[in-house]
């Protein structure tokens, strides 16, 4: 028995019903997107590889250490990178209460080790080959992250920072 214009149209529309609230379902509770660094939220869990050897863990900070975290994210071929790394240093060297990371993004390995070998900073710093950066996404490099002995990330800086700069920013976090 052929189907009348109008049930088709009526089956039509459950079908572009059903597509559009399957669509929107899938958008809301798709878990499968990594977790992205925001302020006032926990930030997202990394494991790094340090360019000296070994890892550098958010979680192993967390549990073995405590203190705030300052996480640099920056690149070889990146100039205000290389002219903020030497402040990092000052910054870690003169703050024993605040424990740095740095970590090469959007870089090659080797010119990476080679920054790190020629300004050797007081602090660790790790290669990400990918996983890290799409967890800890910024506007531009150098970034700096702020996150305080809870693992809430109190600070986002896009652009370069100095001693000063980080003094003021992690003065009032434990």
Not at 33 to 47: G, K, S
Not at 142 to 147: C, K, L, Q, V, W
Request: aromatic letters at 6%; proline letters at 7%; one cysteine or more.
């Amino acid at each position: 028995m052929p189907a009348t214009r109008s049930g088709r149209l009526a089956t039509g529309l459950l079908i572009g019903l059903f597509v559009a609230v399957t669509a929107i379902l899938v958008l809301v509770f798709d878990t499968s997107a990594p977790e992205t660094v925001t302020l006032e939220e926990r930030a997202p869990a990394f494991e790094v590889d340090l360019l000296g050897g070994g890892t550098f863990s958010l979680q192993r900070h967390q549990a073995n250490d405590g203190r705030p975290l300052v996480v640099n994210l920056w690149a070889s071929w990146c100039v205000p990178c290389r002219e903020e790394i030497p402040d990092l240093s000052v910054f870690a060297m003169k703050n024993p209460g605040i424990a740095v990371v740095g970590v090469a993004v959007q870089d090659q390995l080797e010119p990476a080790r080679e920054l790190i070998d020629e300004l050797r900073p007081a602090y660790p710093t790790a290669f990400d080959e990918g996983p890290f950066r799409d967890a800890y996404q910024t506007f531009g490099l150098p970034a700096t992250i702020i996150i305080d002995s809870n693992g809430i990330v109190q600070e986002i800086v896009d652009g370069q920072v100095n001693t000063t700069t980080l003094v003021d920013l992690t003065r009032e976090i434990e």
